[in-house]
């Protein structure tokens, strides 16, 4: 399956910017199942420097300068990525909880080791562990635990776009049990974490279908963010997407890696003037064969 994907953000400041710097993290990576057939990135005003590199977790990153004054600001991503028959594992034999456990105490393996660490948006506290206790039957698979907490989050919790921001705690997440998808992947991060197991929070996009009989929308997708949980040496990542109670298969296009949002938020920076301002994000996912 190939997708399209046009991906714009706009800024438009109240007061001008003098100049500005800022991080991106808007290129797809390539993955065991996922190819990257095109991508370009146009910004607007034009940066006077562009250092395109891949940082720690692998990521393709960019980091630009604008010295130009501008009160807008403008990123146009477009991208054609071919997904390649990411078939479901046959994950009913995977090794339990507490065998992955050990295996990352006594692994010295970074890649893995760095994924079960907290992080800022993954921060336990008695209620969250007292919540993932629920899922960590002895002896239960890795598989089993990861799913059953997917379910729970997707069946006790309310999407709601009103409810968070990014700076909205997980402790007042599972408070309200209200969120959006990088919610429910920092509180499904920090419920596995809790018990030292590799998590990656990954972003990227998904497909969306309009209701029966209605004709989807132009610019109104978005980013989506899901889990990938480390299932031991033979099966690799695998993938949960607790919004939607699925393992990803052939819908998912992933951007990047983090230990949470933070570490791949699609644009960051810091700029001089410009204070107040106004953001708008349109995405458009089409599958074109």
């Keep these: 399956m190939k997708y399209s994907i046009q991906h714009k953000t706009d800024y438009h400041y109240l007061a001008p910017v003098i100049q500005s710097h800022h991080i ?13 057939l095109s991508h370009t990135l146009d910004i607007d005003p034009a940066p006077a420097s562009q250092n395109n590199f891949t940082d720690y977790n692998g990521n393709p990153t960019s980091l630009i300068t604008i010295e130009k004054e501008h009160s807008d600001l403008s990123f146009f991503s477009t ?5 390649l028959g990411n078939t479901p594992k046959d994950i009913t034999s995977s090794p339990s909880w507490e065998d992955i456990a050990q295996a990352v105490y006594t692994s010295n393996d970074l890649e893995v080791l760095k994924y079960s660490c907290l992080s800022q948006h993954t921060q336990l506290n008695v209620d969250i562990f007292q919540y993932a206790q629920k899922s960590f039957i002895p002896n239960r698979s890795i598989h089993e635990v990861a799913m059953d907490l997917t379910s729970r989050i997707f069946n006790e919790f309310q999407f709601d776009n009103t409810a968070t921001d990014i700076s909205t705690p997980i402790s007042e997440v599972l408070r309200i049990k209200r969120g959006v998808c990088q919610d429910f992947a920092h509180l499904q991060i920090a419920c596995l974490r809790a018990m030292r197991l590799p998590v990656r929070y990954v972003s990227g996009y998904i497909l969306t279908h309009p209701p029966e009989g209605l004709q989807k929308l132009t610019g109104t997708d978005a980013s989506h963010a899901w889990i990938s949980v480390w299932c031991g040496n033979e099966l690799g990542w695998i993938d949960f997407d607790p919004t939607n109670n699925i393992i990803p298969t052939n819908e998912h296009i992933t951007i990047a890696y983090g230990l949470d949002y933070d570490d791949i938020s699609p644009i960051g920076g810091v700029l001089i003037g410009g204070g107040d301002h106004t953001v708008s994000v349109a995405v458009d996912v089409v599958a074109i064969k």
């Design 79 to 83: 991208s054609e990525i071919e997904i």
């Design 24 to 36: 991106l993290h808007l290129s797809p990576r390539n993955v065991d199942h996922q190819t990257i």
